[in-house]
């Protein structure tokens, strides 16, 4: 997948001029950049979210994404929750077992780090091309957050990504590339 030339301005603000990324299959890429930079953008743009003012790009249709924000239905179960747009049942336990999560916990009850756990996996219980984390461990603890990033590792073998995070630490621990904006 690529893109070639990408601008995007918000009225006067230009916020990508020229942006290039090339992603090889399975191949693992930490974005990174200060805040405002941009990098939300992008993955907007690749989403579908927001069209590019000019450039050109190749993007796969199944992606799997974190979003900033966990998106979850608070009155359903965690196992609901993952299997709300996918019926492999096994795999989303499988996974939600790892993350440490009760499969059978309410959202409503379940504190924020268990909320970004639920959200983590349901992005990885999907079949995807493309894989995208925006910030996905942000607010979980280094024990927690560790255990979170094997379990990404494990299901995105061999499965390209796009990593968003300020964490340095992070982005060396996952990256195959790490592309700085
Ligand atoms: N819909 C929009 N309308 C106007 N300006 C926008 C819009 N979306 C983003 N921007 C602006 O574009 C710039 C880049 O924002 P973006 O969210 O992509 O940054 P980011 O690198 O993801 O930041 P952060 O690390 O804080 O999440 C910012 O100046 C932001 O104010």
Redesign the pocket.
């Given at each position: 997948m690529f893109l070639k030339n990408i601008c995007k301005n918000?009225?006067e603000?230009e916020?990508l001029k020229d942006f290039h990324l090339d992603i090889a299959e399975g191949e693992h890429i930490v974005l990174m950049?200060?805040?405002?930079?941009?990098?939300?953008?992008?993955?907007?743009i690749i989403m579908g979210f927001?069209e590019p003012d000019n450039g050109e790009m190749k993007i796969p249709n199944e992606i799997s994404v974190v979003f900033?924000e966990d998106r979850l239905s608070e009155d359903f179960s965690a196992i609901s929750n993952v299997c709300l747009m996918k019926s492999d049942v096994l795999l989303a336990k499988e996974i939600l077992e790892k993350l440490g999560i009760d499969i059978k916990k309410c959202v409503n009850t379940m504190s924020g780090g268990q909320k970004r756990r639920v959200a983590l996996a349901r992005c990885l219980t999907r079949d995807a091309k493309l894989y995208i984390f925006d910030?996905a461990l942000k607010g979980l603890d280094e024990k927690t957050k560790a255990v979170a990033m094997s379990v990404i590792r494990e299901y995105t073998c061999g499965r390209s990504v796009i990593f968003?995070t300020?964490d340095i630490n992070e982005a060396k621990e996952f990256a195959d590339r790490i592309v700085e904006?």
């Open positions: 918000f009225g603000t916020v950049g200060k805040s405002g930079k941009g990098k939300t953008t992008i993955l907007n927001e900033q910030e968003v300020h904006i």
